[in-house]
C-alpha cells in the first residue's frame, strides 16, 4: 500500500495550488481520506477529511471556503485544491486514508506561500 503526494510548490499569497495523492494497493472508496499538514515548529493539524461513504467534507476553520477535498475514487485519487493561498498556509502537507485499525501516510509535499 502506498500514499504517493504531489503539487507542493512555492505559491504566492492569493494564489492557488492543487495537491494530488494517489493511492495504491487499496480502493480510496473503502476508506476515511483527509489532509493534514505540518508547519515549521507547530503540531500536524487536520485540514480537511471526509468518511467512507459519504459526500460531505469537513474543514479547519481556517481553509473553510478556500479549500476543497475532493476524491477520484475511479482512479484512487485524492486532492486538495488550495485557493486565496495565505503565507501560514505554508507547510508540509499530508493525505491520509484509514479505516478501523488501519492508517496510511503519504510521503508529504511541501507547499510555501510568499506574501
Known amino acids: 500500500v502506498q500514499l504517493q503526494a504531489s503539487g507542493g510548490g512555492l505559491a504566492q499569497s492569493g494564489g492557488s495550488l492543487r495537491l494530488s495523492c494517489q493511492a495504491s494497493g487499496l480502493r480510496l472508496e473503502n476508506y476515511a481520506i483527509a489532509w493534514f499538514r505540518q508547519a515549521p515548529g507547530k503540531e500536524r493539524e487536520g485540514v480537511a477529511c471526509?468518511?467512507?461513504?459519504?459526500?460531505?467534507?469537513y474543514y479547519e476553520n481556517s481553509v473553510k471556503g478556500r479549500f476543497t477535498l475532493s476524491s477520484d475514487n475511479a482512479k484512487d485519487v485524492l486532492y486538495l485544491q488550495m485557493n486565496v493561498l495565505k503565507p501560514e498556509d505554508t507547510a508540509v502537507y499530508y493525505c491520509?486514508?484509514?479505516?478501523?485499525?488501519?492508517?496510511?501516510w503519504g510521503q508529504g509535499t511541501l507547499v510555501t506561500v510568499s506574501s
Open positions: 491520509d486514508a484509514r479505516r478501523l485499525a488501519v492508517d496510511y
Open positions: 471526509i468518511s467512507a461513504g459519504e459526500s460531505v467534507a
